[in-house]
């Protein structure tokens, strides 16, 4: 799936399909569907491709250990202000910029070399997946996928469109 080469597209009426070999089949309320390689979706979200970087950083569980130090630091005082409003810790808490270079210099301690372009390119997602780890101690692992989620493009996009399954033939509304 990683190297499939598909654009970023939607893809509701099947047009890149259109001249390909892939059978069709019917759903039983008579929507048009085509599989080859499972059932191709509607809408087509690019996969965003981490750095080597990144994976180096999951490779050797940078993020749990840092955080896990991080959260020895400051034992109670995320769990008092936070847990019962998961909301606040949402919109409120993020890594700062201090922070996040404390993490690349612990990341060089646990030998995994600092790579500034693929730094840069996932920023975003390093500081993201750091929250997450922060809100799975915190909230358990309604803390972990909701922070994970608040960045997955394809999940934001089934969020969006979540209210056009009722225009799909068959939409049963329960």
């Keep these: 799936m990683l190297n499939r080469e ?17 059978p069709t089949f019917k759903t039983k309320h008579g929507r048009t569907v085509y599989g080859g390689d499972g059932v191709t979706p509607d809408y087509i979200i690019d ?23 991080y959260l020895d630091k400051n034992p109670d005082n995320l769990k008092k202000k936070y847990e019962n409003n998961f909301e606040l810790f949402l919109s409120e808490f993020h890594f700062n910029e201090t922070e996040m270079k404390s993490f690349v210099k612990y990341a060089e301690s646990l030998k995994v070399n600092f790579d500034s372009k693929g730094y840069e390119k996932d920023k975003e997602l390093i500081r993201t997946r750091l929250k997450a780890f922060v809100a799975r101690d915190i909230f358990k692992e309604k803390g972990w996928y909701s922070v994970l989620l608040s960045i997955d493009k394809q999940f934001q996009k089934a969020a969006a469109l979540i209210n056009e399954a009722e225009k799909l033939p068959g939409f049963v509304k329960k």
């Design 47 to 69: 996969i965003d491709k981490s750095s080597d970087y990144s994976n180096e950083l999951r490779k050797n569980n940078v993020y749990y250990q840092f955080v896990r130090n």
């Design 6 to 22: 598909e654009t970023e597209s939607n893809n509701f009426n099947h047009d890149a399909e259109k001249d390909s070999t892939k």
